[in-house]
C-alpha cells in the first residue's frame, strides 16, 4: 500500500513547485522468494517543475514544460531496500 502526499506551491502565474512524498507500507508472509517482512517506510520523493510558456488564455494554444526527477528507496512491489532514481520531462 503507498499513499502519496503532495505539496504544490505557485511563486507566480506561470511557475509551479511541487513535492511529494510516497509512504509504503509492505506485509509479506510466506510468499515464495521473499523474506517475511513488516514494514513501513519512506518509498520515495519527488519533485515537480512546471513553467507555463504560453497561456491558452492569451494565446492559440497552452505549452507547459514539466520536469520531475525522483529518487526511491524501496521496491514497490517486493518492499526489499533498493535504490532507484528516474525522472520525466512532459
Do not use: H
Not at 517506510?41 to 515537480?48: G, I, K, M, P
Amino acid at each position: 500500500m503507498t499513499q502519496n502526499d503532495p505539496v504544490k506551491c505557485l511563486p507566480t502565474d506561470n511557475w509551479c513547485l511541487g513535492a511529494n512524498a510516497a509512504l509504503a507500507y509492505c506485509g509479506i508472509l510466506r510468499a515464495p522468494g521473499l523474506p517475511d517482512t513488516q514494514l513501513a517506510t519512506l518509498q520515495a520523493v519527488s519533485f515537480e517543475v512546471r513553467d507555463l510558456l504560453m497561456d491558452r488564455r492569451r494565446s492559440f494554444f497552452g505549452f507547459t514544460l514539466i520536469a520531475e526527477p525522483r529518487c526511491g528507496r524501496v521496491d514497490a512491489t517486493g518492499g526489499l531496500p533498493s535504490n532507484s532514481y528516474g525522472g520525466r520531462a512532459r
